[in-house]
């Protein structure tokens, strides 16, 4: 069992084979793909993953791995913090075949023999558990043509979230 500090790497068959659990603290700046979340790069990524066989043989990742991630609200713009947690069961696969083999209720890994950067599955994981669109239950600062409609579409000077947003789409 690893504790606290995580490994770089995981090597999927062995961990499998051996049970390996991992449970340890790493922060949102180590996750590459997570850079854009530049409010969010000192948050901590809790980690708790058991690797092993499901009822059926099949070596798996299970567990849990969550953090805080910021961002700007859909609606108002200003930055809202979602507590985010994936709840992770992935099935290994190595090869296509072996992918379209699995039942559609499981979820594939495609996995290597040997290293595999475990920075690549929290932030894939942590990726595809954000909220579709985020936004705030109640926005604090409301835009105001949320409170008056009625301005005849005068240009309002934009709001600095809404040019970043607007430039991060376009990279896209
Ligand atoms: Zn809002």
Sequence with gaps: MFSGQLPPFFDP????????????????????????????QDEVVDVALKFGRDEEGRQNIAG???????MPCQRCLEP??????AKTNLMMVWTEEQMKELPEHLDPIMVID???????????ELLLALPLVALHEKCPNPLPN?????D???????????????????QD
């Design 146 to 150: 949320e409170q008056d409609s009625d």
């Design 64 to 70: 849990t791995i969550s953090s805080k991630l910021t």
């Design 80 to 85: 809202v913090t979602y507590q985010i947690t």
């Design 13 to 40: 068959r062995k961990y499998a084979d051996q049970g390996i659990e991992l449970q340890g603290q790493t922060s949102v700046g180590n996750l590459p793909r997570l850079a854009d979340y530049r409010d969010s």
């Design 152 to 170: 005849g579409g005068i240009e309002k000077p934009e709001n600095p979230f809404a040019v970043l947003a607007k430039l991060k789409r376009q």
């Design 114 to 124: 040997g290293k595999m950067p475990l920075a690549d599955l929290l932030e894939e």
